[in-house]
C-alpha cells in the first residue's frame, strides 16, 4: 500500500573534500552527494531541509535532514546501509528514521551546537590541520572566555553576519544561550557556542574576534560598539572554516 512518510536522517561527515553543505551545480557538496545516493536507492527526487547548511571546509558531527517520500515503506536499516555504502568514507548516516508530519530540520529545531578547534603552538599538528586552527602567538583564554559571555543573550548579529544575497531585509537577530572557551590537553582550545539559530559565517566571526582579544590586538569591551555599529567590516576578521564542526541539534 501507497502512502507518505516523513523521513529524519542524522548523519556525521568530514566537510574538507565539500564545497558546503547546500547542492551547488559544478561543485561536490554534501547535499548533493545525499540526494543523488538518495535518489539512486528510493528510485525518486526528494527536497531535503537541513538542520545547519554548513559552508565549505566545515564538518557535522550531528547534522539532521529530512524529506517526504510517497510509495512503498522505507526499510531505515537497508537504507542507511545503501546511503553509506555510497557515500562513504566522507559522509555516514547514524540513523534513519519516520517521523511525525510536522517534524522539519530546520525550522522544528529549536537550538544549534557548534565546536571550534584551535591548535595554540609554536609548531602546527599535520594529522589534525584540516580540522583545527594553527596560531602560533599566545592566547589569553580568560580573556577570549569574558569576551565570549559578552555574546550572551538576544543581539541583532549584523557586524558578525554575511548576509545572504537577496536578503536585505532578513533579521539578523539571534538569541546565544552559550558561548564557552575550554582549555585542552596538547596545547589545544576548544570554543562551544550554543543558540536558536546561526546567520552565514557567525560562528566563524565571533571566533575570530575572540582571537584578536585573546592576542591583545583588541579589548574585549569592543564587543558592545561592534554589535551596534551593525557593519560588517567593524568585526575581526573570520577564523577559518576548517576548525568549525556541527556537534548537535535540539528538537522539542
Not at 91 to 110: G, H, N, S
Not at 150 to 166: A, I, N, V, Y
Not at 223 to 239: G, K, Q, T
Amino acid at each position: 500500500m501507497a502512502f507518505a512518510q516523513n523521513i529524519r536522517i542524522d548523519l556525521t561527515y568530514k566537510g574538507t573534500g565539500f564545497r558546503g553543505f547546500a547542492e551547488n551545480p559544478g561543485v561536490r557538496t554534501v547535499e548533493g552527494e545525499l540526494r543523488s545516493a538518495l535518489q539512486q536507492v528510493l528510485g525518486q527526487s526528494v527536497d531535503l531541509a537541513v538542520a545547519g547548511r554548513t559552508d565549505a571546509g566545515v564538518h557535522a558531527l550531528g547534522q539532521v535532514v529530512s524529506f517526504r517520500i510517497d510509495g512503498a515503506e522505507v526499510d531505515s536499516e537497508r537504507l542507511r546501509n545503501s546511503l553509506n555504502r555510497l557515500c562513504g568514507p566522507d559522509i555516514q548516516i547514524r540513523e534513519i528514521r519516520e517521523v511525525d508530519t510536522d517534524f522539519d530540520a530546520r525550522f522544528t529545531a529549536v537550538q544549534r551546537l557548534y565546536r571550534y578547534n584551535l591548535l595554540n603552538s609554536l609548531i602546527a599538528d599535520p594529522l589534525l590541520s584540516d580540522i583545527e586552527w594553527h596560531i602560533k602567538e599566545p592566547l589569553d583564554v580568560e580573556e577570549m572566555n569574558r569576551t565570549a559571555q559578552r555574546f550572551l543573550g538576544e543581539h541583532d548579529f549584523t557586524s558578525f553576519c554575511r548576509r545572504p544575497k537577496g536578503q536585505t531585509g532578513a533579521s539578523l537577530v539571534r538569541t546565544i544561550h552559550h558561548a564557552q572557551w575550554h582549555p585542552r590537553p596538547q596545547q589545544r582550545i576548544e570554543f562551544e557556542i550554543a543558540a536558536n539559530a546561526f546567520c552565514h559565517q557567525m560562528v566563524r566571526s565571533i571566533v575570530g574576534f575572540c582571537v584578536s582579544v585573546g592576542a591583545h590586538k583588541r579589548p574585549a569591551h569592543d564587543v558592545e560598539a561592534v554589535l551596534n555599529a551593525r557593519d560588517r567590516s567593524s568585526a575581526a576578521p573570520i577564523a577559518p572554516p576548517h576548525g568549525l564542526t556541527l556537534i548537535h541539534v535540539t528538537y522539542p
